[in-house]
């Protein structure tokens, strides 16, 4: 593709968006105007208010977090800041679950409800993260991933399209991208095959059980409308103690994100993915690392990560 065609190519189809941060204060006429990655405003939402899950607002933590009594909401973030921990980080820490989901069908609406193969029927060739968010992603990768060229190891990259961020040169027998569009998988050069379906309307996971080592998605779990189903599948087809990486930054297709991620802000983002590993059962308890490069100068980077147990 010559220079341009890529932009034009970006100025048809929308790429991420910064979501998180200053929802409150953006129009949402702007999540369906064309931007290039290059976009630095991460100011896009909608006018109604930001929300904190479950509508409770500052008593939200407090009430899922056991802190020992020791600090309410800004005293939490505070003394975690002192201790030089990323307060993304500890959210995972002491939560008390409650008994049942405590998400609602309304909460995985979207702006957008038209079928998700509409709007991903153009490949984008683009990169939806800026590079340091990328490149510490692939650090991340090259930590925890089976070594290179492991026999008999497999990795799944869900929600995946023309890049995964693996480590340069990395190999398995079975790399296998589970993505929306079939010319940005078909270009994935770290994919030895790769399956089209939207797990919007089938979340069943196309694998046998047992079969993956590694589960990877990157800035994509927001569009999920059935997470407990995939979580409950990504369980299924794990190995025993198989590991499932969901990162995220706080980027985001405004349109088609599920409204309880476009209305919360990062550290809700990382309560409510451990939600759908502790809620789909089986998996260890969630954590959570925050490996943003510069904070406040380059795209965060969160990731949430959960190992199959091995006796459910
Ligand atoms: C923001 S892109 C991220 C792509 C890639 N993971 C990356 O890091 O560049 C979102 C991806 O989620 C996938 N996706 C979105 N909705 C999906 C759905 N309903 N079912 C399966 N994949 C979906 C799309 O194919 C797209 O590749």
Not at 123 to 134: C, E, K, L, S, Y
Request: charged share 20%; proline share 7%; glycine share 6%.
């Amino acid at each position: 593709m010559d220079g341009s065609m890529a932009v034009r190519l970006q100025h048809r189809v929308p790429v991420l968006v910064g979501a998180s941060r200053s929802a409150s204060t953006c129009s949402i006429y702007a999540s369906i105007l064309h931007f290039s990655t290059k976009v630095t405003n991460r100011c896009f939402g909608s006018r109604t208010p930001r929300r904190f899950i479950l509508g409770l607002g500052a008593a939200f933590f407090p009430q899922f977090v056991g802190m020992a009594g020791k600090c309410g909401g800004k005293s939490f973030f505070a003394s975690a800041r002192q201790q030089g921990i990323s307060s993304v980080e500890q959210v995972l820490t002491n939560v008390e679950w409650p008994e049942e989901f405590p998400f609602k069908e309304e909460d995985f609406q979207r702006f957008d409800e038209s079928p998700d193969s509409l709007f991903y029927e153009t490949p984008r060739f683009v990169t939806h993260i800026d590079d340091p968010a990328i490149a510490a992603l692939t650090k991340y990768y090259s930590k925890v991933f089976p070594p290179s060229n492991t026999p008999g190891v497999s990795l799944l990259d869900l929600c995946s399209s023309w890049v995964s961020h693996f480590p340069a040169g990395y190999k398995q027998d079975r790399i296998v991208g589970l993505g929306m569009n079939e010319e940005e998988l078909k270009r994935n050069p770290v994919l030895t095959e790769y399956v089209v379906q939207d797990l919007n309307v089938n979340p069943k996971l196309p694998f046998e059980d047992d079969s993956f080592d590694v589960i990877t998605n990157v800035v994509s779990v927001d569009y999920l409308t059935k997470p407990i189903d995939v979580f409950k599948e990504m369980y299924r087809i794990l190995k025993p103690r198989g590991l499932a990486i969901m990162s995220f930054s706080n980027r985001c297709f405004w349109t088609k994100a599920i409204s309880i991620w476009t209305q919360t802000g990062d550290a809700d983002h990382v309560l409510i993915v451990g939600s759908y590993f502790h809620y789909a059962g089986g998996f260890e308890p969630p954590q959570a690392v925050d490996i943003s490069p510069n904070p406040g100068r380059s795209d965060p980077m969160y990731i949430v990560y959960s190992r199959k147990a091995s006796t459910a």
